[in-house]
């Protein structure tokens, strides 16, 4: 949701009435959302634990300037229907679940050294388009280099 402010605010982030607001940069705009409180569950540690060991892989500074190059192309592609990405971090979750989905692995106990011994399809994005795991954009071929 878009929401529109009075007497010339120029931003604002934080909570109020149920909502959270916040400034996206790559949007340009402030976005509004409910405010919601999710019970905890045991798949919330799944999740944790996953995202505790994709940030422990310390993907390279090339990788991430791919996948944010990536980012761009996809969000330009996108029809008006869909959700605009705008992390690096986002494309990466979506690329290792899409992968963990496809040739059973545990993102869990996933490692750096499994990635490069295997030849998984996430060790660059090029790879990951060709393998079907993330779709296809402009110039995917220039992204090669490695996790």
Not at 25 to 49: A, G
Request: with cysteine; glycine share 4%.
């Amino acid at each position: 949701m878009k929401p529109t402010f009075k007497y010339m605010i120029q931003g604002y982030s934080g909570k109020c009435d149920g909502l959270v607001y916040y400034y996206n940069e790559k949007l340009r705009r402030t976005v509004c959302r409910k405010l919601v409180k999710q019970p905890l569950t045991p798949q919330n540690d799944v999740i944790r634990s996953v995202s505790q060991n994709l940030s422990s892989l310390n993907v390279s500074d090339d990788y991430k300037r791919d996948l944010q190059h990536y980012t761009f192309r996809y969000t330009q592609k996108r029809g008006k229907d869909k959700y605009p990405i705008t992390s690096w971090y986002s494309i990466f979750t979506m690329l290792m679940w899409a992968m963990a989905k496809e040739m059973d692995i545990n993102l869990v106990t996933l490692t750096r050294e499994q990635i490069e011994n295997d030849s998984l399809p996430c060790r660059t994005v090029k790879q990951a388009v060709e393998a079907g795991l993330i779709p296809r954009v402009l110039d995917y071929e220039i992204l090669t280099n490695q996790i």
